[in-house]
C-alpha cells in the first residue's frame, strides 16, 4: 500500500473524497484516514452506528475515523505491516505534527500542503511543517479565489526555516461560491457528484489524481473521462 499525505490545517474532508471517488473508478482500493483534530469525517460520511474507532464504506471508498496511530489502524485490520493493508493507496488527512508521526507521514510516497490564505489556515499549518526534523519535498496545493503572487510569496515567508523543499509544479484551486455550494449539496445527499463544480475546480482534481497515479502509467485523459463519469453519476 502506498501512503500519499495532506499536511495542513485547511478543511480536506470533501476535497480528498473527491480524489479518492475518481482513484476508485480508475480501479484503486482507496482508504481515507482522517488524523486530523476535528474528525470532520465522523459528520461528512454517512454511518450507520459510530463508535470511537471505525472503518466506514461510502461511494466504495473505506474511511477510517477515530484512530491515534497507524498501529491502532493496522491492529483493527488484523494486519501487522502496510505490505498487507487491503487497499493499493491511503489518503491520510494531517493537521498535527503529532498526526504526522503517528501515521507515519514520513514514508509517504508524495506529500501536499494544502492551504487557503486567510492567515489561520497558513499559521496552523506551517507549524506542522515546522515542526519536521528531517528535510521533505513537498508540493502546494493552494485554494485562492485570485491566485495572486504576493499569497504564495506570504506563504514562502512563513515557512522560511522549516525543513522543507517546495516542488516547482503547484495545484490551484479556486475559492469559488458554485464549488462551495455543490460541496455542501453533496454532503446534505450524501452522494459525490461533479456536474456542479467549476471546470477550474475539476482541473485541479484531475492534475493531482495525475500527479499521484503517473507512476502506474495513467495518464490525464484517462482521468478526465473518469472525471466526465462521475459528472454523469457514475
Not at 486530523?36 to 454511518?47: F, G
Not at 471508498?61 to 497507524?70: C, K, L, R, T
Not at 489561520?120 to 515542526?131: D, Q, T
Not at 457528484?193 to 471546470?199: I, K, Q
Amino acid at each position: 500500500m502506498k501512503k500519499i499525505a495532506f499536511i495542513g490545517s485547511y478543511d480536506k474532508t470533501d476535497f480528498l473524497l473527491y480524489v479518492a471517488k475518481i482513484m476508485t473508478l480508475i480501479g484503486k482500493k482507496i482508504l481515507i484516514i482522517d488524523s486530523t483534530i476535528t474528525q470532520k469525517a465522523k459528520y461528512v460520511v454517512p454511518v450507520i452506528k459510530p463508535v470511537r474507532t471505525y472503518i466506514t464504506e461510502f461511494e466504495s471508498i473505506d474511511v477510517a475515523i477515530g484512530f491515534s496511530n497507524m498501529t491502532e489502524l493496522r491492529n483493527h485490520l488484523g494486519i501487522t505491516t502496510d505490505d498487507q493493508m487491503p487497499y493499493d493507496y491511503a489518503l491520510l488527512d494531517i493537521d498535527t505534527f503529532i498526526g504526522y508521526c503517528a501515521f507515519e507521514a514520513k514514508d509517504t510516497i508524495k506529500k501536499y500542503f494544502v492551504t487557503s490564505f486567510d492567515v489561520y489556515s497558513l499559521r496552523r499549518g506551517i507549524e506542522v511543517l515546522a515542526s519536521l526534523q528531517e528535510p521533505i519535498n513537498i508540493t502546494k496545493v493552494l485554494f485562492s479565489r485570485d491566485m495572486l503572487k504576493e499569497e504564495d510569496e506570504y506563504l514562502e515567508y512563513l515557512a522560511i526555516g522549516c525543513k522543507i523543499n517546495w516542488e516547482k509544479e503547484k495545484i490551484y484551486f479556486p475559492f469559488d461560491r458554485g464549488d462551495q455550494s455543490t460541496i455542501i449539496e453533496n454532503q446534505r445527499t450524501a452522494k459525490i457528484n461533479f456536474r456542479n463544480l467549476s471546470a477550474q475546480y475539476k482541473d485541479g482534481l484531475i492534475f493531482l489524481t495525475d500527479g499521484i497515479l503517473e507512476s502506474e502509467g495513467i495518464n490525464d485523459t484517462e482521468v478526465r473521462k473518469t472525471v466526465r463519469k462521475i459528472e454523469k453519476g457514475a
